[in-house]
Each structure stands twice: as structure tokens, then as C-alpha cells.
């Protein structure tokens, strides 16, 4: 959610409630994109891999 000017004449109402949890599974999806072991499967086994999502 980008913010608004500091000089708009008619502010818009932001709910909040909806921006923290968009900004939650923002975070979420980086973290994993970051991750190196989901981002290419490192392990051997199948299991392991399961293992560690779960």
C-alpha cells in the first residue's frame, strides 16, 4: 500500500487491520523466496524435504 501525499486536500480512510496482514504475507512470501533450501531442493530424500516444509 503506497501512502498518500502529506499535501492531499480529501484524506482517504486506510484500514489498518487489512495493511498489517497484506504486510504479514508480504514478509512471509520473502522469507521464503530468501530461503535457500525451499528455493532449490538441497535435500536427497523426499521425506527430509516434506520434513522440513511441515
Not at 503506497?2 to 484500514?15: F, H, T
Not at 504486510?23 to 530424500?45: G, I, Q, W
Amino acid at each position: 500500500m503506497i501512502p498518500m501525499r502529506k499535501n492531499r486536500k480529501v484524506r482517504k480512510a486506510v484500514d489498518m487491520t487489512i495493511y498489517t496482514l497484506r504486510n504479514m504475507v508480504e514478509r512471509c512470501f520473502n522469507k521464503l523466496k530468501n530461503s535457500r533450501r525451499l528455493a532449490t531442493r538441497y535435500d536427497k530424500t523426499a521425506d527430509s524435504f516434506l520434513g522440513f516444509i511441515v
